[in-house]
């Protein structure tokens, strides 16, 4: 007889500017039966803050550690291997950082090491590589696994964010592959529940994202 084990969930987030990585689902079935179950899943949003502000607020506070400490994970370390700021479309650099309008092209890489706190997936810690391109006028936050962690395949997060009519639009973007084991009945609704998994992600993302912007 085989028996049943309940299907769980775990968080995964990243930065974005996080820089960020929250909400990630993992199904966990009844046989040993394993299959890859990739999924794609995006969200659009607008924030009620300048883009010139929203840009400092990334630049200048630890915007990765408020994003990804929620949802089932934790920042553990963060490393920065390599910065480059450009300040040929700045004419008054120091004056305009002081008042928070800095025009300065900001690239960094980064690397963080996070921990997934839900027992119910087979993965304890995901390495991630952060590439942050931060302009006046556009702002683009990759964070991608440096490789597997345990069930988890494969994990990348994308954060766009342009000026709109009003605030700041913003548009989440999330890949991942999980091994998930089910019975080959179920097969269909492990890719559902995965899809629902990343979609929580990046409600996870958002709220973290407008509870950056309001403090």
């Excluded at 700045?90 to 950082?97: G, H, I, M, V």
């Excluded at 921990?115 to 993965?123: G, H, K, R, S, Y």
């Excluded at 529940?193 to 993302?205: F, G, H, P, Y």
């Amino acid at each position: 007889m085989v028996k049943s084990k309940q299907i769980g969930s775990v968080g995964v987030a990243w930065w974005m500017g996080l820089a960020c990585v929250g909400g990630l689902g993992v199904l966990l079935s009844f046989s040993s039966t394993r299959i890859p179950v990739s999924v794609n899943a995006e969200r659009k949003f607008n924030l009620p803050i300048e883009m010139d502000t929203f840009r400092q607020i990334l630049v200048r506070t630890k915007a990765t550690e408020a994003v990804v400490n929620h949802g089932g994970m934790r920042l553990l370390e963060e490393t920065t291997e390599s910065v480059d700021i450009d300040l040929k479309n700045d004419s008054r650099p120091l004056r305009n950082f002081l008042r928070g309008k800095s025009k300065a092209n900001v690239s960094a890489t980064k690397h963080l090491k996070v921990q997934l706190n839900d027992p119910q997936i087979n993965a304890n810690e995901l390495l991630l590589t952060q590439d942050c391109r931060i302009q006046p006028e556009n702002i683009r936050i990759v964070s991608t696994a440096d490789g597997p962690s345990g069930d988890l395949k494969a994990y990348s997060t994308t954060l766009e964010a342009t000026k709109g009519e009003t605030g700041t639009d913003v548009v989440l973007d999330i890949e991942m592959t999980v091994d998930v084991r089910v019975l080959w009945i179920f097969q269909s609704q492990a890719q559902v529940r995965v899809t629902q998994a990343a979609s929580k992600t990046l409600e996870d993302q958002e709220a973290s994202l407008r509870s950056l912007v309001e403090r």
